[in-house]
């Protein structure tokens, strides 16, 4: 009987290492989202707990589901069959990929956030501008300005 049990205690050590990793990547991009949403001026304490919480769920439901899967796997022995290396067989990959997964998806995520940043303000750069000048005068200052740099750079 423990036999089967042999390799469970790691293989579930690893299983919640991995799930915990999965919640701090979470917990980044919380952070960000609140650190943009706060520059903005958008922040909306509700919706960013609603949005996290299911965010919660659907990660670490499938995480724990992930990893039900790599116990049954376990206590099956499949990876003997296969010809799987011996230190193979207290690791949950499933559960490794999957937490592989959700921290690329939180690193976009992250990066989106990040980029979504500058957007903004370039679009606030275009909508002062539109208000500091008509389509007329900036064309005519564009203008002047190429053609002071073409003189520049032909008299060098």
């Given at each position: 009987?423990?036999?089967i049990f042999y390799g469970t205690k790691v293989l579930l050590l690893f299983g919640v290492i991995a799930c915990v990793l999965v919640v701090v990547a979470m917990m980044a991009d919380l952070i960000a989202?609140?650190?943009k949403s706060k520059l903005r001026g958008?922040?909306?304490q509700s919706e960013l707990l609603k949005r996290t919480?299911?965010?919660f769920c659907l990660y670490e439901g499938s995480m724990l589901i992930a990893l039900c899967v790599d116990v049954l796997i376990h206590f099956t022995h499949i990876y003997?069959?296969?010809g799987f290396p011996h230190v193979m067989f207290s690791l949950p990959l499933l559960t490794f990929l999957m937490a592989i997964f959700w921290c690329a998806?939180?690193?976009l995520s992250i990066r989106e956030k990040a980029s979504?940043?500058?957007h903004s303000h370039i679009a606030k750069v275009e909508k002062l501008?539109?208000?500091m000048f008509t389509k007329e005068e900036l064309v005519n200052i564009l203008s002047q300005a190429l053609a002071k740099a073409k003189s520049e750079n032909d008299e060098k």
């Open positions: 009987m423990g036999e989202g609140v650190y958008e922040f909306a919480g299911y965010k003997e069959y296969i998806v939180e690193y979504e940043k500058v501008a539109s208000t």
